[in-house]
Each structure stands twice: as structure tokens, then as C-alpha cells.
């Protein structure tokens, strides 16, 4: 008899009602879901605030999502400094460098704002900080081109500053000037690998993580994907609530954190492609993309359950505590535990938002614990799925 594998509390996997799609395809049909307010109710209980106000929200984001796409194509990196939601004042704000450039920016609910940095000057100043963390290869530090304060944000927790050659990199970083700006952390990242007792999937090895997404390779195999430091080092075999149901196929860790485990035969727990909501109520997935700055996203991971939260940054560096070097990671504001590793993040569908969401990655590290400003890395499902040469699954409607 074929078992349903229940992950990450969110996301659930069974057999039936699937379409695969690839990187670069649409990643939502639209159409008008059937509004049901779980949905709405399990983002509004994860944001502590009342279903109207979430309500609200969402069907403001939905507008501001779909308008940030279409300004993309006309910003030029020369003169404009990047677009973020800005929650409070309910716009799309645009950074440019000079007033005469306030008119090329056209769309509802955005607004200008003057800054010193293009988005070259930004790449650029990254790019230095690249080359200083090859030289002196810090620990527990992060750096990306934050769009909101108009710079390089460098991140180093306290209790890696004596670590290695790291005070070292900060100080360097620092003479790089006020584009780049350096902000140390109580706690520091790592990887949010569990060997623990919990359970949803556990391997062989005593790791215990959180299912991602439902992908397939080009024969067809299916493949349960989850973060590339949990399948890591072998070909471990892989159990839910103790039920084997697969082994390790591939690992990309070092510089991404995408793991697949291969689903063995049709008497194993079968993937399927719904997200079972905080509020106990489905959702189905429309397909995957990668969300503006400000963009409130939402995880599942066994260990924290459904929580949810504002995209800080994209294209982030992060160097965790054990040396390991992660590129082109992106980051929100939400809480994040041991265990949660591998789990899906993802947001809900702008043009079916309460019966759909869309996949935006999969859950790599954070500096753990409950506090409201705890900020969560994920590894973006496009860039694994163009590595691994992997085709996502979605629903069927």
C-alpha cells in the first residue's frame, strides 16, 4: 500500500495530480483559485496579525510583484540602484542616482528614492569583498548588495571575529569606504542540519533534515530534493517516520546546498505536489520563481514548523562557521531551527494566493532560535535546478 510522506510540516508528498515544468517556464498559469481563507489564516497566525490585515497585505504584495517585473525591463544598472516592497508605506520603491531618471519609473504604487550607489557601484564593491574573503577566508560571515541601505552589508557574528584571519577580512572590507557597510551579529550562521530525534526524514547517518520539493532527472526518476548538506558525504539511505524510501543521488554543497534523494519504487512513500498549510488547510503548487526584496516568503521545516517573513537580500556570500563557502544565496527575516534544513521556501501564488504558492527555494542555514530579526538563507530552487539538470513538478490546476 503506497504511504503519503508528510514534510517539513508543510510541504506533503502522494501520487497524482502532477505537471513537470523548466527553469524558465511561467511560473504560475493564473487563473482565479477558489478563495478559501486557510491559506490566508496560516500566513496571518506565522505574522501574528488578523486575517484582514493579512488579507490586505497579500493583495498588495500581489500588485507590486507583477509591477517590479515589468520595471525590471526598463532600469538600466548605470543609473538605477535596485527595487525592494517596502511593507510599511505599501510601495515599490526604486533607488535612482539622479532626479532626471524619477520619470522613466512608471507603474502603480511605486515610488523613487534618491541614492549614491547605481547598481554597478554595487557589483563592483561586491566584487572586492569576493576577492577579500579569498584572501583571508572568513568564518561566519555574510555579504551581499542590499538594495535598502543602498550597499554592501557586511555580516560577521562576535564569536567569529578571532577565528582565523577574519578580524582581518572586516577590517579590509571596511577601507573599501562607505559602500560597503560592516555590521557584527550575536549569533552566528550555520547550517541547520539536525542530529536529533526528529523525524519526517532521517538518514542512515543520524542526520535528520526537511523535504524540499518534488523534482524529477531526464528519465523520469523521482527525486525528493532537500538541502545539499544533509546528502552530503555518501550515498546515505533515507527513512520517514522509519520507512525507507530512498538513497542518495546527488550532492551540491560548496558553492550551493542542493541535495536529491531517489524515491526507489512505487511500495515507498510517494511524493506529491501540495504544501499543507500552518491552519491544516492545502495548497497547491503553481510553479517556482524568485520574489523581489520585501517579498514576504514563508518555510516549512519539521523542527519550526510554518513561519514567514520579508526577502532581505539576494545573490548573498555566506561563509558558515565550519569554513563552508556558499554563493549566490538569497535571505529573509523569519525563524529557522536545527532540523530545518532541506525544507521548502516559498511564496504564495500572486495570482491565486489562497490556493496556490509558488517555489522560491530551499532552506540552507540561519542564526537559529525564535527572535523576530533571526534571518534565514536559502539556496534558490532555479539555480539548483539549472545545476542538476532537474525538472520541478508542479500541480496539474
Not at 517573513?309 to 523569519?334: C, F, K, Q, R, W
Request: charged share 25%; proline share 3%; net charge negative.
Amino acid at each position: 500500500m503506497t504511504a503519503a510522506l508528510a514534510v517539513a510540516s508543510g510541504i506533503a508528498l502522494t501520487v497524482g495530480g502532477i505537471q513537470t515544468m523548466n527553469v524558465g517556464s511561467s511560473q504560475s498559469d493564473g487563473g482565479d483559485g477558489e478563495r478559501t481563507e486557510g491559506i490566508t489564516a496560516a500566513y496571518a497566525k506565522a505574522r501574528n496579525m488578523s486575517v484582514d490585515e493579512a488579507e490586505t497585505r497579500l493583495n498588495r504584495q500581489e500588485k507590486l510583484v507583477k509591477t517590479d517585473k515589468k520595471l525590471k525591463r526598463s532600469l538600466k544598472p548605470e543609473w538605477s540602484g535596485g527595487t525592494w516592497i517596502d511593507q510599511k508605506s505599501g510601495k515599490l520603491v526604486v533607488g535612482v542616482t539622479d532626479e532626471r531618471h524619477e520619470d522613466d519609473v512608471e507603474g502603480d504604487g511605486t515610488e523613487t528614492r534618491l541614492i549614491k550607489y547605481s547598481a554597478e557601484d554595487l557589483e563592483k564593491a561586491k566584487r572586492s569583498v569576493d576577492k577579500l574573503a579569498e584572501r583571508f577566508s572568513p568564518r561566519g560571515a555574510t555579504w551581499y548588495v542590499d538594495v535598502r541601505a543602498n550597499a554592501v552589508t557586511v555580516k560577521v557574528a562576535k564569536s567569529t571575529l578571532d577565528k582565523g584571519k577574519t578580524r582581518q577580512f572586516v577590517d579590509a572590507a571596511r577601507a573599501l569606504g562607505p559602500v560597503v557597510k560592516v555590521r557584527t551579529t550575536e549569533k552566528p550562521v550555520s547550517s541547520n542540519v539536525g542530529i536529533t530525534n526528529g523525524k519526517k526524514i532521517e538518514s542512515t547517518n543520524g542526520t535528520s533534515c526537511s523535504a524540499g520539493w518534488w523534482v524529477k532527472d531526464k528519465s523520469g526518476a523521482d527525486l525528493i530534493m532537500t538541502a545539499g548538506h544533509c546528502t552530503d558525504g555518501g550515498h546515505s539511505l533515507w527513512r520517514y517516520n522509519g520507512l525507507h524510501f530512498g538513497g542518495t543521488t546527488n550532492t551540491s554543497y560548496e558553492p550551493m546546498d542542493w541535495g536529491t534523494i531517489h524515491v526507489d519504487d512505487i511500495a515507498a512513500p510517494r511524493p506529491t505536489t501540495g504544501v499543507d498549510m500552518a491552519e491544516g488547510d492545502h495548497a497547491k503548487i503553481s510553479g517556482l520563481g524568485k520574489a523581489p526584496v520585501g517579498t514576504e516568503i514563508c518555510k516549512s521545516g519539521y523542527r519550526s514548523g510554518q513561519t514567514c517573513g520579508p526577502i532581505l537580500a539576494h545573490d548573498i556570500t555566506v561563509t558558515y562557521t565550519d569554513g563552508t563557502v556558499l554563493e549566490g544565496m538569497s535571505s529573509a527575516n523569519l525563524v529557522s531551527d536545527s532540523g530545518d534544513s532541506g525544507g521548502s521556501v516559498y511564496q504564495m501564488d500572486p495570482e491565486r494566493e489562497d490556493t496556490h504558492v509558488i517555489a522560491q527555494g530551499l532552506l540552507s542555514g540561519s542564526t537559529e532560535g525564535t527572535d523576530e530579526d533571526d534571518t534565514m538563507y536559502y539556496q534558490p530552487i532555479e539555480s539548483a535546478l539549472l545545476d542538476g539538470d532537474l525538472i520541478f513538478v508542479k500541480s496539474m490546476d
